[in-house]
């Protein structure tokens, strides 16, 4: 069964840039020509969705993030990563990982809690 | 884009069916059936319980089931148990090829 697994900085000083990494288990992530996500949650608040990796290698991401965003696959690793740069305090968050199947976010990792404090 | 729009409570007793609304607009909900719902417990990760509008993953109880009419979906569940008490986010593909969620719906079962 597919599993995913988040990591990366826990803290993250403002202006610096997130690095985090999304390992991808139980199955290869070039079968079944899936797309990639990531989607993210402020503590108590909802779900954001930041931006998605297509199964073409072209990136989408949440307008609002304007440009701040790399999201990329090596496929070679199976991992998905995510670099947001120039973060501020509003970046603090439960940063998820999912795979995009029917147009819906069907596996989720566990998620990792993202701090962006001086 | 903005957040999907969502009741931010809703409550019902064990073994009654209650409804979450969720509404958008012409280019998310509206534009096509790429509607799905998640369960969240608390210190936990979404659970896809509804894609395409209505369809359940394998797995997911019958008693959850979900419809669109315009640019609104609803999620109901009938029967309710106890387990099912936890917060529910709709999201929508959208005409621009983003994802848009909404804002969450906390259900405290009675």
């Known amino acids: 069964q597919l599993q995913l697994q988040e990591s990366g900085s826990g803290l993250v000083k403002p202006s610096q840039t997130l690095s985090l990494t999304c390992a991808v288990s139980g199955d290869s992530m070039s079968s079944g020509g899936y797309s990639w996500s990531w989607i993210r949650q402020p503590p108590g608040k909802g779900l954001e969705w930041i931006g998605y990796f297509y199964q073409s290698g072209s990136t989408f991401h949440n307008p609002s993030l304007k440009s701040r965003v790399n999201i990329s696959v090596d496929r070679s690793k199976n991992q998905i990563s995510l670099r947001l740069s120039s973060v501020t305090a509003a970046d603090t968050a439960v940063y998820y990982c999912?795979?995009?199947?029917?147009?819906?976010?069907?596996?989720w990792g566990r998620g990792t809690m993202v701090t962006v404090s001086s | 884009q903005s957040a999907l729009t969502q009741p931010a409570s809703v409550s019902g007793s064990p073994g009654q069916s209650i409804t979450i609304s969720c509404t958008g607009t012409?280019?998310?909900?509206?534009?096509?059936?790429?509607v799905s719902w998640y369960q969240q417990h608390p210190g936990e990760a979404p659970k896809l319980m509804i894609y395409?509008?209505?369809y359940r993953p394998s797995g997911v109880s019958n008693r959850f089931s979900g419809s669109k009419s315009g640019n609104t979906a609803s999620l109901t569940i009938s029967g309710l148990l106890a387990a099912d008490e936890a917060d529910y986010y709709c999201?929508?593909?959208?005409?621009?090829?983003?994802?848009?969620f909404g804002g969450g719906t906390k259900l405290t079962v009675l």
């Open positions: 999201s929508s593909y959208t005409t621009s090829n983003t994802w848009v």
């Open positions: 999912a795979r995009v199947s029917n147009d819906s976010f069907d596996i």
């Open positions: 395409f509008v209505s």
């Open positions: 012409s280019s998310d909900i509206g534009g096509d059936n790429y």
